[in-house]
């Protein structure tokens, strides 16, 4: 369910990368990318996003649901930690469980940046607000399964229990949203190249460089679709798909269900996550 009533979002002017974003008021909104690539291995997933229901309750960041056998997800669970799985074929390739997030990194009502990296070689690693919560040797072969960003489209089905240590937390999705980026290649962006970790603020990436450069999402080495989403920046509210701010360089498929684009507030965009 979605409604606009203005309680989220910026003004839609100013620099580039501030975000009016979207959001969903039963936290049931989700984005998804090409059906056929699930996104299995070699890239980077990263977004802001914010919560309105009590910690206690699981946040699923990103993933899918196709069968017992084939699923994965990065959820925040209503234990305060962070939970990663990755099931294919009814093989484990990950199923991991973090240390304990911070009072600060579990708050509700509060901006937070989410970052999933899956480079060719190396570790996947997720790092929330900056911080490195999970770090494992990738597959590259099925390193996460699903597509689907801030919730998904069947989420009674997901079996929480078959998580690591078998939890039994329920779950809702991301309220709102801002500045999704999807960077796809052997070596794709790392949360540095989104996240300012000193202030906690975001950067700019239609000027990485200080002269309008574009971060370059579709690199080399790439195992499915790319692009960054700036939900109604730069004053355009053409849709929650697509507006001057938005850059598809790998992936056309992109689609939203249950979110709303905000028009008005003052949530976003964020001073910084560490002040």
Not at 71 to 80: A, E, K, S, Y
Not at 88 to 112: E, F, G, I, P
Not at 190 to 205: A, Q
């Amino acid at each position: 369910m979605i409604s606009n009533g203005g309680i989220f979002g910026a003004s839609a002017s100013g620099p580039s990368f501030i975000d009016a974003g979207v959001y969903a008021d039963d936290s049931d909104g989700y984005n998804t990318l090409n059906a056929s690539a699930n996104y299995w291995k070699r890239h980077t997933i990263s977004f802001w996003y914010r919560t309105d229901y009590a910690n206690t309750t699981g946040t699923f960041l990103y993933g899918g649901y196709h069968g017992s056998q084939d699923h994965g997800g990065v959820f925040i669970g209503g234990d305060g930690y962070v939970y990663y799985q990755a099931k294919y074929n009814n093989s484990h390739y990950h199923n991991l469980k973090s240390s304990s997030l911070s009072t600060a990194q579990r708050a509700s009502n509060t901006w937070h940046h989410f970052c999933l990296r899956m480079p060719q070689s190396g570790n996947l690693t997720v790092h929330i607000d900056g911080t490195e919560m999970i770090s494992n040797s990738v597959s590259d072969y099925v390193d996460m399964f699903g597509r689907y960003h801030g919730y998904l489209a069947n989420p009674s089905s997901y079996p929480i229990s078959s998580l690591v240590g078998g939890p039994s937390w329920s779950f809702k999705g991301v309220t709102y949203m801002a500045q999704l980026v999807i960077s796809g290649g052997s070596s794709p962006h790392v949360v540095t190249d989104v996240l300012n970790t000193s202030d906690g603020t975001p950067i700019d990436v239609q000027d990485t460089d200080g002269s309008g450069t574009d971060l370059t999402t579709d690199l080399s080495g790439s195992a499915g679709g790319s692009g960054f989403w700036l939900f109604g920046a730069n004053g355009t509210t053409s849709s929650l798909t697509h507006n001057s701010a938005t850059d598809g360089q790998g992936d056309s498929s992109y689609a939203s269900t249950n979110f709303a684009l905000s028009t008005s507030g003052s949530i976003f965009p964020v001073t910084g996550i560490t002040t």
